[in-house]
Each structure stands twice: as structure tokens, then as C-alpha cells.
């Protein structure tokens, strides 16, 4: 009887499921499904109305994920015509630094009434910047204090990571810090469904975090000089083992298998982030290969030996991509998400009519009248500046979200 593994990759619009083959790792199939609630960067869609959101927030809801974990792996295995008790294991990523509250049984504090109308209970994408003045204060105290993991990261600790959004909350809705019970990344909440256990991992903790070995985040002498309250709420609120990537977190418990069609005991593997789970499956767990992952952003990413500070990078992390090494990582904040936009917002009537009557997307007609252009031959010069700039100069300059 043939062996399958089924891997679940949580993005920004959407989350999709890969069958794989064992035996010779082939791809059988695949099955997608659109977020609902997609992303909230305007308004809050609550059950009682919306809530208008400031600028420089994305958010998501993370009944979304729930709904992906119960359609597309199922559609995966009627479509492929593969049995549950073909599968021997099912893998999670997601788009990081995703963070969300939850409550001792791990539902999400979004979920309560008392915080439906709460844009803090919910999960802050990646993408959400408006904690970015407490980055600022974050960088400039870790300046004047000379931390040593600030060569970790660049020089700067972005405005999407796990402190500022924490400091945000703590100083912007201290009722939704004080009931949570836990903060943890999408990725890692995701296992705990599926298996009862929560854990953390070394990848998104080790560049979300401030961990470079994967596993130690910042002293709380440190932790204290941003908020009083955050070392406590780092100890209590998002204390769990820390798992290397690629290891089994766990199985599948009754409600995950509920909640999946996979059997009970189905191995689940540890969380990881969205693109650094892929230079394996694509051959580049090797020293000195480098990487580039392109979809709603790029990163770009590589394994290495030695430890080397690089300015400008968004982390350098040991057992980060792959263990025994550690993972450079750089990139741009905006690909997928730019395109999108222009596509819906800039392109001409004419072409528009042109996409229609080729039955072409209008991203695919733009793609092929550009193809056509030599670099540089159209003199028009774009900055990426979208969703924020990771590299080279990450937080010391202000982002601006596509939706502005």
C-alpha cells in the first residue's frame, strides 16, 4: 500500500493542501480554499456590524483557518482517491509573524462576545504595521543597550514581529492582554487543534521572536525596559516547548480528526513558517544555496555554516530553515499583494477589454505586454514600499500598507 503526507500552507488570502507521495514524493494533488473573512486592512467584520480600523492594520480571523483544516484536505483525498489510512503524517505553515489570542482551551479570544467588537482579539497578519512606534521604541532602547542580538536581525526588529504587536495590545487594549491566556503564532495554534498540544517552533520563534538559537528570546531586564508587563506576559502567556522544524509535534487527536477526516495517531509535524519550509522540498538544505520564495511577498533565504551579522537582513537564525544551520533571511515585503492591486486598481479600460476577449486574467495580459519590454526600456522606476520595506532598511522607515 502506497504512503501519503498531506501539507497544509496557511497564506494570506488563502489556505491550500498538497497530497505527496511518499515513495517518490510526487505531488498528486492539491485543493484550495478562499478565506471568508479574507483580510480585514479597512473594517472589522464582526456578527453585529464592522468596526472601522485605523490605517496600517491587516488582520485575520482565524475561524478562516478552521474552515480551510475542515474542507481542503478532505477535497484532497476524494479528488486524489487516496484513503485516510494512506496518510502517515500532515504538516502546517503559515504566514508569521501571525499572532493570536486565545483562551485557556485555545479558542480564539475573537470568538468571545465580550471582544467580538475588539480589533486586538483578533489575529494581526504579517502585515499589520501599526505597532510600528513600538518597534521604534523597541530598536532604540536595544541600540542604547547594545543588545548582541540586534546583529541578528539586520540592526532592526520589524513592526510585524511578536513584541511590538504584544507591546501594542498591552498599552492599546490591556482587557484583551489581561484575559487572554496565550499568544501564539498561527501556525503553532493550528497543531494545538489538531493535537492537544501546544507547542512552539524554532523557526518562527527564532525570527519572530527575538530567539537567534531558536529557542532564548530576549532577557527580562530587556523585556521590562519596553513594558513593565511584558516579561510576565511573555512567561506566562507564550511558554510551551520549542520544537526544531521537521519534528512531530504530536498526532491527531479525536477533535482533529473531527475537524481534518484524517485518523486519530496520524503523525502532525511541528509548526513552521510559510516560505521557510520550502527550500527543503526543493532541494536546498545544503550550506551556501540560496532560495527565493515569491507569492503575496518574496523572501529570500539561505542556509549557512557560520554566523556572519549581515545589515539590513530580516534574521539570521540557527536552526532556523533547516537544523544544524543557520538561515539568512531577506526580502520584500510586497509581491503577489502589488501586482493584485495595480491589476484592479491601474490598469487601462483597453486593457481590461483585451483580457476579456483573450479570456486572460488581467495580471497574465500586463505580464505579457511586459515581457515584451526590455529592463529598463519603458523608464519607469517602482520602489517597493508596500506592506512595508524588510531589507535593506526595515523598520527605520515608515511602511505604507496597500490599502492607503
Known amino acids: 500500500m502506497e504512503r501519503y503526507t498531506v501539507g497544509v500552507d496557511f497564506g494570506t488570502l488563502s489556505g491550500r493542501a498538497s497530497l505527496v507521495r511518499v515513495s517518490d514524493g510526487r505531488e498528486m494533488g492539491s485543493a484550495v480554499l478562499a478565506y471568508p473573512h479574507g483580510v480585514m486592512d479597512t473594517e472589522l467584520r464582526t456578527p453585529d456590524g464592522t468596526v472601522p480600523l485605523p490605517p496600517n492594520w491587516a488582520l485575520a480571523h482565524p475561524m478562516d483557518w478552521l474552515a480551510v483544516l475542515g474542507t481542503v484536505v ?76 540586534l546583529g541578528n536581525y539586520g540592526g532592526a526588529i520589524q513592526s510585524e514581529w511578536t513584541c511590538p ?26 497543531v494545538w487543534r489538531m493535537t492537544g498540544r501546544r507547542t512552539r517552533n524554532t523557526c518562527i520563534n527564532g525570527y519572530k521572536s527575538i530567539a537567534p538559537d531558536g529557542v532564548h528570546g530576549p532577557t527580562d531586564d530587556f523585556l521590562a525596559a519596553l513594558d513593565p508587563a511584558l516579561p510576565a506576559l511573555i512567561r506566562d502567556k507564550m511558554s510551551a516547548p520549542v520544537l526544531p522544524v521537521g519534528s512531530r509535534a504530536g498526532v491527531i487527536s479525536e477533535e ?10 496520524t503523525a502532525v509535524a511541528t509548526g513552521h513558517a510559510d516560505a521557510h519550509v520550502a527550500p527543503p522540498s526543493a532541494g536546498v538544505p545544503r550550506a551556501g544555496h540560496l532560495f527565493a520564495m515569491i507569492g503575496t511577498s518574496t523572501c529570500m533565504l539561505l542556509p549557512a555554516a557560520e554566523f556572519v551579522p549581515v545589515p539590513g537582513v530580516c534574521g539570521i537564525v540557527k536552526d532556523g530553515i533547516v537544523p544544524g544551520l543557520w538561515g539568512y533571511e531577506a526580502g520584500l515585503g510586497c509581491v503577489g499583494d502589488m501586482f493584485a492591486w495595480f491589476a484592479d486598481n491601474c490598469a487601462p479600460p483597453a486593457v481590461r477589454k483585451e483580457a476579456e476577449e483573450s479570456g486572460l486574467s488581467v495580471i497574465a495580459c500586463l505580464s505579457e505586454k511586459m515581457a515584451a519590454l526590455a529592463p529598463g526600456e519603458s523608464g519607469l522606476l517602482a520602489l517597493n514600499w508596500w506592506n512595508g520595506n524588510r531589507s535593506p532598511l526595515g523598520t527605520r522607515i515608515s511602511p505604507v500598507s496597500s490599502s492607503g
Not at 482533529?256 to 495517531?265: E, H, I, N
Request: charged share 25%; aromatic share 8%; glycine share 8%.
Open 74 to 149: 478532505r477535497r484532497v483525498l476524494e479528488d486524489c482517491g487516496v484513503s485516510p489510512a494512506e496518510v502517515i503524517g500532515i504538516g502546517i505553515d503559515s504566514t508569521t509573524c501571525t499572532l493570536l489570542p486565545t483562551d485557556e482551551r485555545g479558542d480564539p479570544l475573537c470568538c468571545d462576545p465580550r471582544f467580538a467588537a475588539s480589533p486586538h482579539a483578533y489575529a494581526k497578519l504579517w502585515k499589520h504595521h501599526a505597532a510600528q512606534k513600538y518597534a521604534t521604541r523597541l530598536n532604540d532602547i536595544a541600540a542604547r543597550r547594545g543588545e548582541s542580538w
Open 165 to 190: 504587536k504584544l507591546m501594542e495590545t498591552l498599552a492599546e487594549a490591556p482587557e484583551v492582554a489581561d484575559a487572554a491566556a496565550y499568544f501564539l503564532d498561527a501556525a503553532d495554534w493550528l
Open 256 to 265: 482533529g480528526a473531527a475537524l481534518t477526516g484524517l485518523l486519530p495517531g
